[in-house]
């Protein structure tokens, strides 16, 4: 079966809710910006979940999230999350 003919998991499900809400609610009011706020609202607790599954060690979880190290410290730091 092809991707495209696959059900949605639980997070694409959820996401796909959560986004026809937030259009729901603008009425009418103009939005940008929509890309970045996605990723953030959903990368920071994805890292925050990651690091404490992996008791913070930046390798096994860069490794698990298919992230380069320094890629993942960035993030971190991003985020607030290390300092």
Known sequence: ???KH???GPLASCAKRSLEKYFRELNGE???NLYEMVIAEVEKPML???MKYTESNQCRAAEILGINRNTL???LLQYHLIK
């Open 30 to 32: 103009k939005t940008s």
């Open 73 to 75: 410290r960035k993030k």
């Open 48 to 50: 925050e979940v990651v």
């Open 1 to 3: 079966m092809s991707k």
């Open 6 to 8: 696959q059900a949605e």
